[in-house]
């Protein structure tokens, strides 16, 4: 994800071929130039948008406020649901919400001396607001207290009851309150606790754990253990890295689940149906949510999902757990599990007792909504942990937003230049006849662009999608510091090189405006209003940049630009 300013080379002059030789070399690139549009048409067709699409976060625990690590979860989803529906998908179904029980949230509420539901309500209120402010546009927001849910969890709890996956038993082990899970030797480290004794501690969150013997409620995890691995027979987890983990963990002969507590030890939660003295274990309370949302119990309901976007840290709880409990009621796991790393501070880890959490609200205040939003899916990469730094944001943002993006929507629509505001349009064949070799390139550049950023997108590799379309714009760029047009307008013989130059670099911000809608959506759609582009132009069927292969037609009809004249992104300057 490096960053790069515009190249200046030298103004790209043509030889004096002979005319024969001329005729010949145009009349090749012209045949090369059809073949490549019409492949990545027809690549483009092929490529069918989906009838319907059903994505999930994991649904965020409320003991806390949320913080940078919960927005990129939501905005991977987010960008990926208005992915589907630039492409053209009509039903979908885009979920996140709040996790609001167990003891976490009942110790959380009992140090803010409140009562457990009035507190999770404050909690929720602050992610709801969050995500609003980040333009998070989900369709469904789930809370675990809601009565909807409890309806579900209880509905399937008698299934699996009913269909001898659960039994009573004693179960005992090393519990971690703070992450709310018994955790095996293996995950088990020491420490020095507050007076200097060694204690055992989680691995992973460093929080100190004690030995438990309760008569709970078990799942027969060690039953599924075939099917797990049946199921990932298929490529079901992004990234790969992160499938061979779970693959690996599954050559192990897998321990019955606990999936209760006592209820005396743990009331904030729902009963276990029929035995009011346990509470269903959190974990699995939460994993219900993405029925809940769905509609389940209907028949009718969307089922599974396509994609369900997690942290690595839950990766367990997702890829074993999860499939597990589906298949024990007779329902398909995902279809799909995109896991992603963590974001450092500096390069080093965030946590509540380093006091280097960052917080999205004030990011957004200083680098804009659209700014953070591009910053996280330019730099965050799913299979490692990204680092979060002050000084390579702004530069990243000033450098590819406001110099590669924004410097070049003003030179092109900049009334010294267009006094007329508008959008020119003119055909390719006078492009490949007066703009040289570098416009013909340019041009092809531009027409192959959606294929790759389509691929990339499909595949949640957003930085890829995004290092393509910086790269498309840097060579615009070039593209109209060689072409020189503050020259061509004081020449009136070359009005026609200047039409043709704003138009080749009007096409390209276009095409990649359209590109750049699911990431920054605002900045996305000041800049096509700037063009002249009315919002029924905006899906991935106006992406084309020529309206045939065989006319070499350049899409769309001449606009008249907005009269708003804007400053799509202005610098930061240093906070």
Known sequence: ??????????????????????????????????????????????????????????????????????????????????????????????????????????????????????????????????????????????????????????????????RGHVYKGKYEGWYCTSDEAFLPESRLTTALDEHGVIVKVSSESNQPVEWLQEDNYMFKLSAFRNELLHWLRKPVIRPAKFQAVVQQELQEELPDLSVSRRRDRLHWGIPVPGDDTQTIYVWVDALFNYLTVSGYPDTKAPWPPNCQVIGKDILKFHAIYWPALLLAVGLEPPAGILCHSHWLLDHHKMSKSRGNIVSPDHAMESYTTDGLRYFLLREGVPHSDSNYNEEKIQKLLNAELADTLGNLLSRCTAPSLNPAQTFPVVSAAEVEADSGEQGKELIAHIGKLPETVSQHFNDFNFYHGLEDIMACLRDTNTFIQNEQPWELKKHSNKQRRLMITLSVAMESLRVCGLLLQPVTPCLASRLLQRLGVPLSERTAAHLQCFKSAGTLQLAGDSRILSQEIVNLFPKIRTL
């Open 1 to 162: 994800m490096a960053q790069s300013a515009v190249q200046s080379w030298a103004l790209w002059n043509v030889p004096a071929y002979s005319s024969h030789l001329l005729r010949l070399k145009k009349a090749m690139w012209s045949k090369q130039f059809v073949r490549l549009l019409a492949s990545a048409v027809d690549q483009s067709i092929n490529n069918k948008p989906k009838s319907s699409y059903f994505i999930t976060t994991p649904i965020f625990y409320v003991n806390a406020a949320p913080h940078i690590g919960h927005l990129y979860s939501a905005l991977i989803a987010d960008a990926a649901h208005r992915w589907q529906i630039f492409r053209g998908c009509e039903r979908t179904l885009f979920s996140t919400g709040t996790d609001e029980h167990g003891l976490k949230v009942q110790h959380a509420a009992s140090a803010m001396s409140m009562p457990p539901g009035e507190y999770c309500t404050a909690v929720s209120r602050k992610f709801k607001d969050l995500f609003k402010k980040a333009g998070i546009q989900y369709t469904d927001f789930i809370r675990t207290t809601e009565n909807r849910h409890q309806k579900v969890v209880n509905h399937v709890w008698t299934e699996l009851v009913n």
